[in-house]
């Protein structure tokens, strides 16, 4: 589902061509509205509506359009489009004409689903389909590097833990990349996208007065916050959890290299490479997310003050997150070339990594 030259517009309104890859996923009831060009009039006319039924007739009509090139959906449509194939990831890995940025969309509201729905029952079964979608989400980012760049334009700015984790997810997954992809050595990167998705676990047993509490916490409950590192550790363990680096993000993603963090005060090469990725993910994610005491920070901004926090966060990790942050993002790459506003941005980021 790719914006083609060829497509045609009437007035504003766009549209977007359907693969046979995605109609797949249709089954005989509409999940959107289906139009084709009508080269008698010279513009794209309606076919069949949304919901509508597909007897075989239609159906072979469908297919006859498809396989012409010649079936689109409106652009209006496309979040409905986006919500049916959310429900459908496998489908992405043998699409052709999906827009990268339409699908790391997908991707997102695909993901986030089965993150709520193990979030709010964390048992075998839920794990077990929240495990399958990141293992289509993980062939799926390893087939291209270019898609990872596609990520940042989808993170929500939510007060939700749930959209946390899939922001962290995305984070965490494209800075690791960065580090580690070579091309033709694929890597087993499903432990490390389960660590990132369930490192706030323990957080879903925090009560909720303090999860929203409008001013800043109080030393005590800032103590009763981290205790969500010893709840998640409770919680992997009754779910036979026992992969090494998916405990490295959930137990360690608050240490901090000069052993600072928590719970166990960890400093240097005794936090794992996978933990640091998690480490920098979480709080970058958490700095441009709304707050119920402050509103999110500027995503260069959030960036630069982990860049200017050397002692705690692995500096080679900061940089990929910066590179991370501007590939395909034209705003972010202005700010990073406006020299008075970048100096601004760099006193606040030493003032806020001092604290």
């Given amino acids: 589902m790719n914006k083609d030259t060829e497509n045609q517009s009437v ?47 239609k159906q072979e009509q469908v297919n006859n359009y498809c396989n012409e090139g010649n079936l689109f959906i409106s652009k209006e449509d ?15 890995l043998t699409e052709h004409f999906l827009d990268e940025a339409a699908a790391a969309e997908i991707f997102y509201n ?37 898609r990872w760049t596609h990520f940042f334009n989808t993170l929500k700015r ?41 490192h706030d676990l323990g957080m879903t047993q925090i009560p909720p007065a303090v999860l929203t509490k409008p001013t800043k916490l109080l030393y005590k409950e800032r103590m009763r916050m981290q205790e969500h590192v010893d709840i998640a550790e409770k919680m992997l363990n009754r779910l036979e959890i026992r ?15 000069d052993g600072s963090g928590y719970p166990k005060g960890r400093r240097g090469d005794a936090i794992t490479l996978e ?9 970058f994610c958490g700095m441009i997310a709304d707050r119920y005491h402050r509103p999110g920070l500027n995503a260069i901004l959030a ?39 970048m100096q601004q941005l760099r006193a606040i980021a030493l003032q806020k990594a001092a604290q």
Avoid at 115 to 135: D, H, K
Avoid at 275 to 283: E, L, N, T
Avoid at 312 to 338: C, G, R
């Fill in 243 to 257: 992969d090494e680096i998916i405990k490295a993000c959930v137990f360690d993603h608050h240490e901090r290299l």
């Fill in 78 to 92: 496309y979040a409905s489009l986006a919500g049916h194939i959310s429900q459908n990831l496998g489908a992405l």
């Fill in 11 to 57: 007035g504003a309104e766009e549209f977007l061509q359907i693969s046979f890859n995605i109609l797949n996923t249709f089954g005989n009831k509409l999940p959107v509205s289906l139009c084709i060009h009508d080269d008698e009039f010279q513009r794209v006319v309606p076919l069949f509506a949304k919901d509508t039924r597909l007897s075989d007739k």
């Fill in 275 to 283: 933990a640091r990725v998690c480490a920098i993910a979480d709080a």
């Fill in 158 to 198: 939510e007060k939700d833990i749930c959209c946390h984790a899939v922001n962290t997810l995305f984070v965490g997954t494209s800075i690791y990349l960065k580090i580690l992809y070579k091309p033709g050595e694929k890597m087993d990167l499903k432990p490390l996208t389960m660590g990132l998705v369930l």
């Fill in 110 to 146: 695909g993901v986030l689903e089965k993150v709520r729905s193990f979030y709010s029952n964390p048992i075998g079964e839920t794990l077990s389909e929240l495990s399958t979608v990141l293992a289509i989400f993980c062939e799926y980012v390893w087939v291209d590097p270019n």
């Fill in 303 to 341: 960036a630069i003050i982990l860049t200017e926090s050397k002692t705690k966060y692995d500096t080679k990790l900061t940089s990929s997150l910066i590179s991370f942050i501007i590939s395909n993002n034209p705003d972010m790459k202005a700010l990073l070339q406006d020299k008075a506003k």
